[in-house]
Nanobody, 115 residues
Framework: QVQLVESGGGLVQAGGSLRLSCASSGSTFSTPIMAWYRQAPGKQRESVAI???????NYADSVKGRFTISRDDAKNTVYLQMNSLKPEDTAVYYC?????????WGQGTQVTVSS
């Protein structure tokens, strides 16, 4: 069982920055693929950024060049650095861990970007 706890969300003005953190705990037998998703009101949850166990990354087109995902396996933590934030980035951001066929989710952290 893997537990994920996000932190770092909040209210920021357009053009500002935030860094989200996701701390994981629990027994794992392999290094998971980690990802950040987001869900805005009235919209489906969407993938924002993914980082493999080897460090390869992939981003949604809407955040490329602005967001950076990274991981510190020694600390069991994955980060999402968000720069040049836009009002359309407003959403609840969720951390996700994939281990084989299993997927785990955090409780989410709210990010609100004011114009």
């Amino acid at each position: 069982q893997v537990q994920l706890v996000e932190s770092g969300g909040g209210l920021v003005q357009a053009g500002g920055s935030l860094r989200l953190s996701c701390a994981s705990s629990g027994s794992t037998f392999s290094t998971p693929i980690m990802a950040w998703y987001r869900q805005a009101p009235g919209k489906q949850r969407e993938s924002v950024a993914i980082i493999s166990s080897g460090g390869s990354t992939n981003y949604a087109d809407s955040v490329k060049g602005r967001f950076t995902i990274s991981r510190d396996d020694a600390k069991n933590t994955v980060y999402l650095q968000m720069n040049s934030l836009k009002p359309e980035d407003t959403a609840v951001y969720y951390c996700n861990a994939k281990i084989g066929v299993l997927a785990y989710w955090g409780q989410g952290t709210q990010v609100t970007v004011s114009s």
